[in-house]
């Protein structure tokens, strides 16, 4: 059983988030099987008995835990061992959600969901905000593979930008790549495709491409290091691998706010009973490593996105006050009994109220590997 870090406050549910007045009444590390929300909303998060696996032990380095086996937002999440439902021995917990799951439907797992919430944030991303450490290296002929390409707005920016070359966008949700095939198709882009596929199982020879991308995949897969290497074989040798994930531990923001404190606390332990790895950030360099690239041709760096606008909070915040009620992270959060529907509409509000503040401010941390096949 692990100890993790129980925050009880009392807060007023009504004003603005900067209004309301938390009391931090205990901030004691305890023995339990993981923080219940409950704790903080007068017990309207239900206790997290036997209901979606243990929190995460934050004192094991990565790779000792046996949930430490998934996460990704782009939904290829398809040759995983059940999602995380193992327990100390490395068997499968009949009481995990992802406990007799198929590996080859892993995605159907994927935290995110396909929420137009979610999709309004991916479709947001462009080459230059999210791809910004890979574009001094691409050269116009080259061939590139977007694995977790989404709705393809990434995918589209490479093909505009390698105009010489090719480009392939993998996804494992169709109706994602229908998105992403009318997108290329209205801005007339033709050295560009689209398959379905899976991380694990990419359906191309050994050394295809110059470079193989992957943007907020790993963190949603229960083997990203596997996922890794099925990247490297597929990359020419010399070519290169480039992954960008976020950090959720890492995120910050003012003005305080339980309710977002709230939020992150159970968006970790929704990912893990999912087996799912939400700091992926800071592991990237880790899981290259273990996947077995040259460490001398690692380069680990990371970036960051800030909403700080009116325009920016608006959308940032929005955006994930309907995924707290709307998205698949509201039937995961509920279906693992880590919230009800009360609850997460108290979330949702902490949202629209940290947006409506005209000081706020909200900092992702992104973690960045490029590395050599």
């Known amino acids: 059983m692990c100890s993790v870090a129980r925050r009880t406050y009392s807060a007023a549910m009504t004003g603005s988030a900067n209004e309301h007045d938390i009391a931090r009444i205990d901030t004691a590390r305890t023995d339990a099987p993981s923080h219940k929300l409950g704790d903080t909303f007068g017990g309207r998060f239900p206790a997290n008995e036997g209901s979606g696996g243990p929190a995460r032990d934050r004192t094991k380095p990565a790779g000792t835990d046996p949930i430490d086996a998934v996460d990704a937002p782009s939904s290829l999440s398809s040759l995983t061992r059940g999602a995380g439902g193992t327990d100390g021995a490395g068997q499968e917990s009949p009481d995990s959600p992802g406990a007799g799951t198929d590996l080859t439907k892993e995605s159907e797992s994927y935290t995110h969901g396909h929420h137009e919430s979610v999709l309004r944030s991916h479709r947001r991303r462009t080459a230059a905000n999210s791809a910004a450490f890979l574009l ?24 505009e930008r390698l105009t010489q070359g090719s480009v392939v966008g993998v996804d494992a949700s169709d109706d994602v790549l229908e ?20 991380a694990y ?11 193989v991308f992957a943007h907020q995949l790993l963190q949603h897969l229960s083997d990203p290091v596997a996922a890794l290497r099925e990247m490297k074989r597929v990359a020419k040798p ?5 992954v960008r994930d976020a950090d959720y531990e890492a995120m910050t923001w003012y003005p305080e706010s339980a309710e977002l404190t709230e939020w992150n606390m159970l968006y970790h332990e929704v990912t893990h009973a999912y087996g799912f790895e939400p700091d992926a950030g800071r592991r990237l360099a880790s899981w ?3 996947a077995g690239f040259d460490p ?15 325009d920016d909070r608006t959308w940032w915040g929005g955006l994930w006050a309907e995924r707290c ?17 009360v609850a ?19 900092a992702v941390l992104n973690g960045e590997v490029l590395a050599r096949a």
């Open 238 to 242: 010399g070519g290169f691998v480039a």
């Open 288 to 290: 290259v490593r273990d």
């Open 179 to 198: 998105s992403a095939r009318g997108l290329a198709d209205a801005h007339g882009t033709t050295n560009i495709t689209f398959e379905h596929a899976n």
């Open 325 to 341: 009620t709307e998205s698949n992270f509201a039937v995961q959060a509920k279906d693992s009994g880590l919230a009800d529907d």
């Open 201 to 211: 199982e990419l359906p191309f020879e050994d050394d295809s491409f110059d470079v």
């Open 344 to 362: 997460l509409e108290q979330l949702a509000q902490g949202w629209r109220e940290w947006a409506a503040a005209p000081d706020g401010w909200f």
């Open 296 to 310: 001398a041709t690692i380069e680990p760096g990371a970036s960051v996105w800030c909403y700080a606008t009116p």
């Open 136 to 159: 001094p290296h691409l050269l116009s002929d080259m061939t590139l593979l977007d694995v977790g390409c989404g709705p393809g707005t990434v995918t589209v920016d490479f093909a």
